[in-house]
């Protein structure tokens, strides 16, 4: 078995990462489907040899907090029973594949994703060839519909979208929807061989430069798209294709096929996922800190508000972002979740405006490494906070304690 790695590295469960709670052991649930009795012997398992905790990662995976390293063995064997281990480290990294949550139950979607995205899946894990590519490299495969994956990023992507000739996916390189280099189009059914070319091309140029790097973005700055275009195989059509129009996402509360509950922070505890696993067949994860329940019944709605479940969209804790912080993690030096609630309650008129927040407990931005519209970045115990800017970035104001900070962005103008 694999030790723990370092910070840096994507953990795993052969690959668990070690935070100052324990070891991170991140679970990676075939197309986010997960069977409510697997649900329940993890929260067991996340009782039983870790601190209870649970987060939520925006690669729709689940990490189990505060695991202790002499037991880590039995937990992996418990996981391998219920086929969430992969046969190595090497094609456990690999296997980053995103689709939609909402496959199968949204009449709104253009194709549906799960059986193309579990192709690629178990194509990631059989093709050694593969396994050389960079532990982060990620694919999506969006169908598209009210749960598409528009804003989450990917360095191949699979957008489905509707052509006269038929439904195909836009292949795209190294970013969002909107960002992404179009490569062209390609069928369902050729995803598989379409994603394995593009990744076989990105690790033939990236070994062809001084510094390879290691995401797609970073190769076409290099190299642009064209010489990724000529190694990939069952591509038609042209290079340049707009991305598709996507509706307004709106995956919370009761809709037709489910019943989306976020959590704060993507945090939850054991009790909180086996109440979940309570009142459904299944649950799928999603990139959103949410978790989907399909068919769960009338009842389920106030079962999940006593878990801790977040329902309304508008909610002022879903506008704040917030990594683990201190206890969690060695670089944190202040408890940035309760920071986050703190912010979450006394800054609603700001919140309700639409403004974002991201806590982070240090300048590395693990919960949110973009700009927020209001960036608290930990130091020394207390925080520096910057306006539309990235975490670390020069404070507009510096060295507040967790209180001042707290009463510093309620007390901002939405118009800042
Ligand atoms: S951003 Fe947060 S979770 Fe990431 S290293 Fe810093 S303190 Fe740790």
């Known amino acids: ?35 409510s009795a697997s649900a329940r012997r993890i929260a067991e398992l996340g009782r039983r040899h870790g601190n209870g905790l649970i987060d939520l ?14 037991e880590l063995e039995a937990l992996t064997e418990e996981l391998r029973a219920l086929g969430l281990v992969s046969d190595d480290a090497a094609s456990e990294a690999v296997r980053n594949v995103l689709t939609n949550p909402t496959a199968g139950l949204d ?23 593969l396994h050389a590519l960079p532990a982060k490299f990620a694919m999506i495969v969006d169908g598209g519909g009210g749960g598409h994956l528009a804003d989450s990023a990917a360095d191949i992507r699979f957008d489905a979208v509707a052509l006269p000739r038929g439904s195909l996916y836009r292949v795209a390189l190294g970013g969002d929807l909107a960002s992404a280099k179009g490569l062209g189009f390609c069928a369902p059914n050729d995803l598989p061989d379409a994603a394995a070319s593009i990744a076989a091309a990105f690790l033939e140029l990236r070994a062809t430069l001084p510094d390879p790097p290691r995401r797609m973005a970073a190769l076409l700055r290099a190299t ?15 290079l340049e294709s707009p991305a598709p129009e996507r509706p307004a996402r709106a995956v919370l509360g009761r809709k037709p096929g489910w019943l989306g509950v976020a959590f704060a922070f993507g945090r939850l505890d054991c009790d909180a996922l ?9 649950l799928r994860l999603t990139p959103w800190r949410a978790l989907l329940l399909p068919g769960a019944g009338a009842a389920a709605t106030a079962a999940v508000e006593g878990l801790g479940g977040i329902l ?21 030096t202040t408890d940035t979740h309760a920071d986050a609630r703190a912010i979450a309650d006394a800054a609603r008129a700001l919140l309700a ?41 020069p404070p507009t104001y510096a060295g507040l304690s967790p209180e ?4 510093t962005v309620a007390a901002l103008s939405s118009e800042f």
């Open 57 to 70: 990662s925006q690669r729709a995976n689940l990490q189990l907090r505060g695991v202790r390293p002499e």
């Open 353 to 393: 405006a639409g403004r974002t927040v991201h806590v982070s407990g240090c300048a590395k931005g693990c919960a949110h490494p973009a700009r927020a519209d209001v960036t608290l970045t930990g130091r020394d115990g207390g925080y520096d906070i910057a306006l539309n800017a990235l975490p670390g970035a």
């Open 274 to 282: 086996e109440g979940m696993a309570a009142l459904a067949g299944e």
């Open 224 to 238: 642009g798209a064209e010489p990724v275009r000529e190694r990939a195989s069952a591509l038609t059509g042209p």
């Open 404 to 407: 001042e900070a707290v009463r």
């Open 107 to 129: 009449r709104r979607a253009v194709l549906e994703a799960l059986p193309h995205a579990l192709a690629l899946d178990a194509r990631l894990a059989s093709d050694k060839a």
């Open 312 to 332: 309304d969209e508008n909610d002022p804790r879903l506008a704040v972002a917030a990594c683990s912080g201190a206890p969690g993690c060695e670089a944190g």
């Open 1 to 35: 078995m694999t030790g723990p790695m370092r910070k840096g590295y994507c953990p795993g469960v052969l690959a668990p990462m070690a935070a100052r709670d324990g070891l991170l052991v991140r679970i990676r649930v075939p197309g986010g489907r997960l069977p």
